[in-house]
T-cell receptor
Framework: EDQVTQSPEALRLQEGESSSLNCSYTVSGLRGLFWYRQDPGKGPEFLFTLYSAGEEKEKERLKATLTKKESFLHITAPKPEDSATYLCAVQMFTGGGNKLTFGTGTQLKVEL | ETGVTQTPRHLVMGMTNKKSLKCEQHLGHNAMYWYKQSAKKPLELMFVYNFKEQTENNSVPSRFSPECPNSSHLFLHLHTLQPEDSALYLC?????????????FGPGTRLTVL
């Protein structure tokens, strides 16, 4: 069964304290791995798509990387406005169509 | 602004009521989705429409009835819901057929069933 596991469930950082969020997956035939940011009471906001092991993408203080088993979302020198829940999702080549399988997310809190 | 709008943003209904959720996408996409998001659970895919045709029904109870009159609009008709159906209902759209069909989400409808 396809699974997506995110860790930690919750993370509290001081402003400027860099860290990483993990998304591990067990799927056959990865088509793409997606990262979203979700603020309370809002819909997920698209951040990145990664397609193959070794790929990296960056946006401001965020950098996403991908291996054959997991993806990391690195947050460099975070600010309070980076506080949100970060969701990971995978899409398969075969059988899944355009279905996304999501993890439960990592709730990030960045404090002054 | 993601280009996907949902109304209403909040809805409180009794178990015997009938209501509808509306989603509209302004991105020119050809696929639309309904998801359910409950606390501490992953987003749960409910329905998928490609080119207005329903291609997935993820074992959703019949008290939820989707409708897709065109590629820009999607509805979720609700009737005789249960309290456990209280959740955030999210609509998304994507351009199916490309190598990557990134899904873009609306702000959601927070549903409370009394």
């Amino acid at each position: 069964e396809d699974q997506v596991t995110q860790s930690p469930e919750a993370l509290r950082l001081q402003e400027g304290e860099s860290s990483s969020l993990n998304c591990s997956y067990t799927v056959s035939g990865l088509r793409g791995l997606f990262w979203y940011r979700q603020d309370p009471g809002k819909g997920p906001e698209f951040l990145f798509t990664l397609y193959s092991a070794g790929e990296e993408k960056e946006k401001e203080r965020l950098k996403a990387t991908l291996t054959k088993k997991e993806s990391f979302l690195h947050i460099t020198a975070p600010k309070p406005e980076d506080s949100a829940t970060y969701l990971c999702a995978v899409q398969m080549f075969t059988g899944g169509g355009n279905k996304l399988t999501f993890g439960t997310g990592t709730q990030l809190k960045v404090e002054l | 602004e993601t280009g996907v709008t949902q109304t209403p943003r909040h809805l409180v209904m009794g178990m015997t009521n009938k209501k509808s959720l509306k989603c509209e996408q302004h991105l020119g996409h050809n696929a639309m989705y309904w998801y359910k998001q409950s606390a501490k659970k992953p987003l749960e895919l409910m329905f998928v429409y490609n080119f207005k045709e329903q291609t997935e029904n993820n074992s959703v109870p019949s008290r939820f009835s989707p409708e897709c009159p065109n590629s820009s609009h999607l509805f979720l008709h609700l009737h005789t819901l249960q309290p456990e159906d209280s959740a955030l209902y999210l609509c998304a759209s994507s351009q199916e057929g490309q190598f990557t069909d990134t899904q873009y989400f609306g702000p959601g409808t927070r549903l409370t069933v009394l």
